[in-house]
């Protein structure tokens, strides 16, 4: 029997070993599979990307600035014409200038004039559209009362005032 107790508890020893390398083997698993891996982008590669995501950004607005600065110069030039040179230039020559410059300037100043009626248009009804629906909702809106300055209303009484006193004086002197 002490045979038999021998052989049991290298047996136990080894099974123990066994459990405690499939112990160690699992968590090495857990552990590999919970480490994160590295990714592509490394700190330095989202540095430099970001880097030249804003040069090219920079890039864009400039081209972009200019685009709109050259569109701007067009649209003027097409607008007002070009530049005419006046020097050695008769004193008839300089008058057509000026005449063709007053041609346009009041062309201009007439279509302002025709936009600025037909704003007032459109305003008058939109406004007279509005009133009509809250008519039909049944809604009454109060219209926005202008403010006035206590001291004017002081202001005209006095002068009321000053004038019923004046036509008292007047009428005791003519008495």
Known sequence: MAEDEAKDIPVVEDDAD??????????????ALTKKKKGFMTPARKSKLRMLLRKKAAEELKKEEAKRKEERR???????????????IPDDGLRTIVQEYYNHILACEDAKY???????????????????????RGRFVKPTLKKV??????FAQLNKKAAEFKFKSELDQTL
């Open 114 to 136: 025709d936009l600025e009626m037909k704003l007032m248009v459109n305003d008058f009804t939109i406004v007279d559209l509005t009133n009509k629906v809250t008519d039909l």
């Open 74 to 88: 067009r649209i003027v030039g097409e607008r007002c014409g070009k530049e005419k040179p006046i020097e050695n």
């Open 18 to 31: 066994a459990r405690r390398a499939e112990v160690k083997a699992r968590m090495a698993k857990e552990t």
């Open 149 to 154: 300055a206590k001291f004017e209303d002081k």
